[in-house]
């Protein structure tokens, strides 16, 4: 299928560098403000994470947020999942955000560390039953001969009524050490702006579109 052909311009906005919080997570707060009260946006919480594993190979997956602040950016996944595994191995990660709507993208780039057994259980007993019975069901990223099985546990661990949060289940959380925002512009002069952190305190300039 060919798609050179197809185009969108972009007329939504600009980035000034002057008029830029020199904290980023102001801008990103704003920013997500904003997605969050346009129902254009449906899960503007919605993000790509990217992993690296032992032999250098990327992936990503769509994985939602559950908390910013100062401190990172949560979300929580199976410990025994591909992501998981890869993010033990190796603790480093990016975060995408693409709001189409908007013409923006944020790209955010850090360390990255369990959270506390407390905030993955309470987040776990947190979410619905079926949610919950469904995570102890399924042995994340592994093979599945058939789904019967996994409804037929499913099924099972909803009977017994036990919805602990497992041992290998829990939160993550992203240090930043980097963001970029990206607004698009007309005839692909987009406004990229970055902010690097050195020592405590971030960095911030321009990047050719």
Request: charge should be positive.
């Amino acid at each position: 299928m060919d798609l050179k052909n197809l185009r969108v311009n972009y007329t939504k906005g600009e980035l000034d560098l002057s008029s830029v919080p020199h904290d980023p997570l102001v801008l990103f707060t704003q920013w997500m403000k904003e997605a969050l009260s346009d129902p254009a946006i449906p899960e503007p919480y919605a993000m790509t994470l990217s992993t690296v594993s032992k032999k250098n190979r990327p992936s990503g997956r769509m994985v939602l947020l559950k908390e910013f602040s100062g401190k990172g950016f949560v979300f929580f996944t199976s410990y025994s999942s591909r992501k998981g595994l890869e993010l033990i191995a190796n603790p480093y990660a990016s975060l995408l955000f693409f709001w189409p709507a908007h013409e923006r993208q944020i790209r955010i780039e850090g360390k990255v560390r369990k959270t506390s057994r407390k905030i993955s259980t309470e987040y776990f007993d947190s979410r619905p039953e079926g949610s919950r019975a469904a995570a102890i069901a399924s042995a994340q990223s592994r093979p599945l001969t058939d789904k019967k099985n996994l409804i037929s546990k499913y099924r099972s661990v909803l009977k017994s009524g036990i919805t602990i949060c497992p041992e290998d289940w829990g939160g993550f959380i992203l240090i930043p050490d980097y963001y970029e925002f990206w607004q698009g512009g007309k005839d692909r002069l987009h406004d990229r702006i970055f902010f690097r952190k050195r020592g405590k305190i971030f960095k911030m300039g321009r990047l050719y579109p």
